[in-house]
């Protein structure tokens, strides 16, 4: 009995693989006369010119370096604190407060080699001791 159950698994295992082997050869045949056909469903075409589209859009954004002087849960203290830092800093490097959920932070400059972002951290310690450099995501045109 034993023997017949080897032999039954044995055909199937050799009808298996000759299935195998016919479908991968005319998938091939189907490659090399060009005819094989993709149908892409609405929403997976929708979402994949969404993400091309906000691809292009960050283009011209690349990984820097900004200083982080403060951040607070409301805008009134962030926006404060901006006020505080753009007589000395905005003219120069240009303050911007950005919500990064729970907070509103407070960032001096955008600096794409992280020398000018250590420079331009000693002075503005000078000013607010507890800034901190941050690696971040700014615009390519940043100083």
Known sequence: MSSMRFSTLFALNTTMRRFCILAGMLLLAGFARGQVVVEVEPSVKEMEETRT???????????????????????????ALKEQAQEPFGGKYGVTVIYDEPNFKVYVGQFTLSDDADAALVEIRRKFSSATRISDIIRRTAK
């Open 53 to 79: 589209a906000r691809r292009k859009a960050n283009s011209d954004k690349v990984r820097g370096y900004r200083i982080l002087i403060g951040f607070f849960s409301t805008r009134a203290e962030a926006e």
